[in-house]
C-alpha cells in the first residue's frame, strides 16, 4: 500500500482510504443494529472490508465494528479508558511541532487555543500553514491565566486581565507560515 515518493515522504493509496471512508459511511448510513444483527458474520464481513487498508484506524474510547468486539465484551473493554494527552496518529504516521503557545512570530507571538488550522498549498514545494484565532474560550480562562507566565516568561499586566474579563478583548488573530517542502 505504501509508495515511495522519495526518502522524506510516504504517500498512502488514496482510493484504499476513499474505500475505508466509504465503508464508515455506509454503516452508518444502514445502522449498527443491522450489522449486530448479523452476528459472528457481520464482524466477519467488516473484517473482510478493512483488511486490505494497508493502516489500522486509531483505538478511540468509542465501540465500532472494526474493534472485533460483540456489544457485551465493549461494554466491558471500553468502561475504562485512560485518555493520551497526545495528538494520536495511526501507525507509519508522524508530526512534528511547528509552532508553539508564545513562539515568536514575526513582531507577535503564536496564539493560544487556536479555533482552525488550514494547509495551502502555494506551489510545488512550499505551502502556508494558516492558523485561525478568533475567539477566546472563556471557560479556559483560569488554565490560561495560570499557563501564561510559564509561557510567556512573565505574568500578564493587571490591565489585560481586566480587560480578558471584562470582555474587551476580541482576540482576533490569523496566522500564516510559510512551510518549505523538506527535500
Not at 510545488?124 to 491565566?145: F, K, R, W
Request: aromatic fraction near 14%; proline fraction near 5%.
Amino acid at each position: 500500500m505504501k509508495k515511495k515518493a522519495n526518502d522524506q515522504f510516504t504517500l498512502f493509496d488514496r482510493r484504499k482510504f476513499i474505500k475505508f471512508f466509504g465503508l464508515s459511511s455506509a454503516l452508518l448510513a444502514t445502522g449498527l443494529d443491522f450489522l449486530y444483527s448479523g452476528g459472528i458474520k457481520a464482524q466477519e464481513w467488516v473484517a473482510a472490508m478493512t483488511k486490505d487498508l494497508g493502516w489500522a484506524p486509531v483505538d478511540l474510547p468509542l465501540p465500532s465494528l472494526t474493534d472485533g468486539l460483540t456489544p457485551d465484551e465493549q461494554i466491558d473493554f471500553y468502561s475504562e479508558y485512560e485518555a493520551q494527552d497526545d495528538l494520536i496518529l495511526p501507525e507509519g504516521f508522524t508530526y512534528n511541532v511547528i509552532a508553539s503557545w508564545g513562539d515568536p512570530v514575526g513582531d507577535c507571538r503564536y496564539g493560544y487555543n487556536n479555533d482552525h488550522v488550514g494547509f495551502v498549498e502555494s506551489g510545488e514545494n512550499q505551502a502556508y500553514l494558516v492558523v485561525n484565532h478568533e475567539s477566546m474560550d472563556y471557560d479556559n480562562l483560569p488554565t490560561y491565566l495560570e499557563t501564561f507566565p510559564s509561557v510567556m516568561g512573565y505574568a500578564l499586566p493587571d490591565h489585560a486581565l481586566k480587560e480578558i474579563k471584562d470582555n474587551v478583548i476580541l482576540n482576533f488573530q490569523k496566522w500564516m507560515m510559510r512551510i518549505p517542502k523538506k527535500r
